[in-house]
C-alpha cells in the first residue's frame, strides 16, 4: 500500500502531511492520557502494536499476480481507537521509510493517512456500529480487521487518483485503475487478516479480559459470552 | 471439543485456502510475476503521467538497501520485532496464571 518517495508531487505531499500530523498530535496526547490513567494497559499496547510491526512486514502474494502486505491496525482501532493506532502506524512507516526504502519521508504524510488514519477510522466506525448489537464479538473484530485492511488500499488508490488524473475520465477512471491494482490484490489478504486477528483477539480475552473490560472496549457481560462461546 | 476450537480451525482453514488459491494461480496464470503491488502501481503511475518510471526521484534523500537481501533482513528484522513483543507480553499475561499456588 506505500506510495514510493518521489511518486507523488510535493504539493500533495504537503496535503497529506497536513492532514495527518493533527491526527497524530491527538494520537499522542490520547496516549499520554491513557498511559497515565492506568500503566496496566501498556502491554496490550505492546500486543497490537507488535501486530502492525509483523504484519505489514509481510508481503503475501495474492490472487491476482502481486504481492502486498495485511496491516493489522484492525485491534489497535478497536482496543485503542484510530488516533493511537495512527502513532503506531507512524512509526513503522518511519522505520519502512528510513531503512527500506518503502515510502518515504515526504510520502509518509499521504502513507500515515491511508494505513494509519482512514483504515482504522473506518474500522473504529464499524466497531461502534456493531459493538451494541447482539453480533458475536469475533464476527465484529473479523470484520473491523479486514475492513480497516481493505480501505487502506482503497485510500491509497485515492490519494494516487487525485494527484494522477487520467487523461480521458480523469479522477474517477483513474482511481478506478489504481483500484484494480491495490483493493483486488488486498481482498484475499483482508480475509486472512480479519480471521487470524480475530483469533488473536480470542487469546487476549482468554489471558486479560479485565484490560477490555477497563478500556471500555466491550462489555462485561460480551466479554463473558465470548469466552463461554469460544 | 471441535465447538471448543472453532475459530483455530477456521482460520486454519482460511490459511490453506489462501496457499492453495496462490497455488493454484501461479501455476494457471500466466504473467503473474508476483511483484508487489507498489512497483505495479508506480507503474500505472508512469503510464498515467507519461513520464518513464527513473525519472520519479525521491523528493527527500533516502537510505536504499544495497541489496535484495539486507531489504529482506531488515523486514525480518521488523517482524522480529513485532514477534519478540508479542511473544513476551503473551507470557508475561500466562506467567501468573499459570503459576502454582504456594503451599
Not at chain 1, 518517495?5 to 494520537?27: D, H, K, N, T, Y
Not at chain 1, 496526547?29 to 510491526?53: I, M, N, S, T
Not at chain 1, 484475499?188 to 488473536?200: F, K, Q, S
Not at chain 2, 531489504?71 to 511473544?87: M, T
Request: hydrophobic share 50%.
Amino acid at each position: 500500500m506505500h506510495i514510493m518517495e518521489g511518486f507523488l508531487p510535493w504539493q500533495w505531499c504537503v496535503v497529506w502531511w497536513i492532514i495527518a500530523l493533527p491526527c497524530l498530535m491527538i494520537g499522542v496526547w490520547q496516549l499520554k492520557k491513557v498511559l497515565k490513567a492506568d500503566r496496566e494497559v501498556l502491554p496490550l499496547l505492546g500486543v497490537v502494536g507488535g501486530f502492525v510491526f509483523i504484519l505489514s512486514s509481510l508481503k503475501l502474494p495474492s490472487v491476482t499476480g502481486s504481492c502486498s502486505h495485511p496491516t493489522g491496525t484492525g485491534l489497535s482501532a478497536i482496543s485503542f481507537g484510530p488516533w493511537i493506532t495512527a502513532v503506531i502506524c507512524a512509526i513503522v512507516l518511519l522505520f519502512q521509510s528510513l531503512f527500506l526504502a518503502h515510502g518515504g519521508l515526504s510520502v509518509l504524510g499521504a502513507n500515515i493517512v491511508s494505513m494509519g488514519i482512514v483504515g482504522p477510522l473506518v474500522g473504529y466506525a464499524v466497531y461502534r456500529l456493531l459493538r451494541d448489537t447482539s453480533l458475536n464479538i469475533y464476527i465484529t473484530v473479523f470484520l473491523v480487521t479486514a475492513l480497516a485492511d481493505m480501505f487502506t488500499s482503497v485510500t491509497t488508490s485515492l490519494e494516487l487518483a487525485l494527484a494522477y488524473p487520467a487523461e480521458t475520465g480523469g479522477f474517477t477512471s483513474s482511481f478506478i485503475l489504481f483500484m484494480g491494482i491495490f483493493a483486488v490484490t488486498q481482498v484475499p489478504l483482508a480475509i486472512v487478516e480479519g480471521v487470524v486477528l480475530a483469533l488473536v483477539f480470542k487469546y487476549i480475552i482468554a489471558l486479560k479480559p479485565d484490560i477490555l473490560i477497563r478500556l471500555g472496549v466491550f462489555s462485561e457481560k460480551q466479554i463473558e459470552t465470548a469466552r463461554s462461546e469460544c | 471439543m471441535a465447538y471448543k476450537y472453532r475459530l483455530e480451525i477456521l482460520a486454519g482453514i482460511a490459511i490453506i485456502a489462501f496457499c492453495a488459491l496462490f497455488l493454484y494461480t501461479s501455476t494457471t496464470m500466466s504473467g503473474a510475476e508476483f511483484a508487489g503491488s507498489d512497483n505495479v502501481g508506480s507503474g500505472l503511475i508512469a503510464e498515467l503521467s507519461g513520464k518513464p518510471v527513473d525519472s520519479f526521484t525521491p523528493l527527500i534523500p533516502q537510505y536504499e538497501p544495497p541489496s535484495g537481501e539486507i531489504e529482506s533482513c531488515l523486514f525480518a528484522l521488523q517482524a522480529a520485532f513485532g514477534g519478540i513483543l508479542i511473544g513476551g507480553v503473551f507470557g508475561f499475561w500466562l506467567g501468573p496464571a499459570r503459576r502454582k499456588p504456594v503451599e
